[in-house]
């Protein structure tokens, strides 16, 4: 079992975590949050009062971390993971954030002997909390080969999508497909209650016909067909929409950045903000049917 330092103890950081220790891992745990670092000291892990200071006696770092910035910080800053690490360690990042960022701290690591790689996930709080997340591993073959067995002990399906970034780049790509399906079946379900057809009734249809997709059968939007959904609970966050326009942001910005053409994900971006900007954006990112449902 190795020493883990486990930065960003969020709600995707903390369950991902408490399966590494469940696992066997010995952790040494940063957060900004004492509550999260206590729970994690609770079962067992080391807490550390910088990030930097976690890496102490650790061979490996794993973060979950908001966004670039934060990530580039963390591990290239005066004395945080890449200056405190050891000569061969390893670097597994979980946070999504934008392509370049993921590159240029994956480059920094091999200038520096480290290995590294962006594993940004999908699955929600609650493949979090069941070990269930899907990771879209970026990075060299052998880094990737590292930081396989740590990733089994936090998900199910682990992909290694090639070089630096790469990881980024899958999620980003899934994201918009999601929060373009997303609203899409939004819109089928509103219409569908405007024109007296009931939610159920238009689920065992489209469910079955070439309207299928994930977003209609294992997340629905409408409340009733699928009971797990956040629509049978009043919403409340799987995957919150300020998330989802966070990731649909990324996804136009590395667009731009290749002159990819992506006008569907550009809207989706702008009904996720006027959603958000209405004050929403804590809800699941399903929510925004009650948007569309009011003609907005």
């Not at 903390?14 to 994690?40: C, E, I, S, W």
């Amino acid at each position: 079992m190795a020493t883990i330092a486990f930065i960003g103890l969020g709600n995707m950081g903390r369950p991902m975590a408490l399966n590494l220790v469940k696992a066997g891992h010995v952790l040494r745990v940063f957060d900004l949050n004492p509550a999260a670092v206590a729970a994690l000291v609770a079962v067992g892990a080391v807490a550390a009062a910088t990030p930097g200071e976690a890496v102490d006696g650790a061979e490996i770092a794993v973060s979950m971390l908001p966004a670039g910035l934060q990530v580039r910080e963390v591990y290239t800053g005066a004395g945080g993971v890449f200056d405190r690490l050891p000569a061969g360690g390893l670097c597994i990042d979980c946070s999504t954030i934008d392509v370049a960022s993921a590159r240029d701290v994956g480059n920094e690591a091999a200038k520096r002997g480290l290995r590294f790689v962006d594993a940004p996930v999908s699955g929600g709080t609650a493949g979090a909390e069941a070990g269930t997340l899907t990771f879209m591993v970026g990075g060299p073959e052998s880094a990737f080969s590292a930081a396989k067995p740590i990733l089994e002990a936090m998900g199910k399906t682990i992909v290694h999508a090639g070089g630096a970034g790469n990881g980024q780049a899958a999620k980003i790509c899934n994201n918009m497909v999601l929060g373009i399906s997303m609203i899409a079946v939004s819109e089928a379900f509103a219409m569908a209650e405007k024109l007296g057809l009931d939610a159920q009734t238009l689920f065992d249809i489209s469910s079955k016909s070439s309207g299928q997709c994930w977003a209609m059968t294992s997340y629905c939007p409408a409340p009733g067909p699928v009971p797990t959904a956040p629509a049978n609970r009043g919403y409340a966050p799987g995957f919150a929409a300020a998330m989802m326009l966070k990731d649909l942001d990324l996804a136009e910005k590395a667009a731009e950045s290749v002159g990819a053409a992506t006008p569907l994900g550009h809207l989706a971006a702008q009904l996720y903000r006027d959603y958000c900007a209405q004050g929403d954006g804590g809800k699941d990112f399903s929510g925004i049917i009650q948007m569309l449902a009011k003609g907005a």
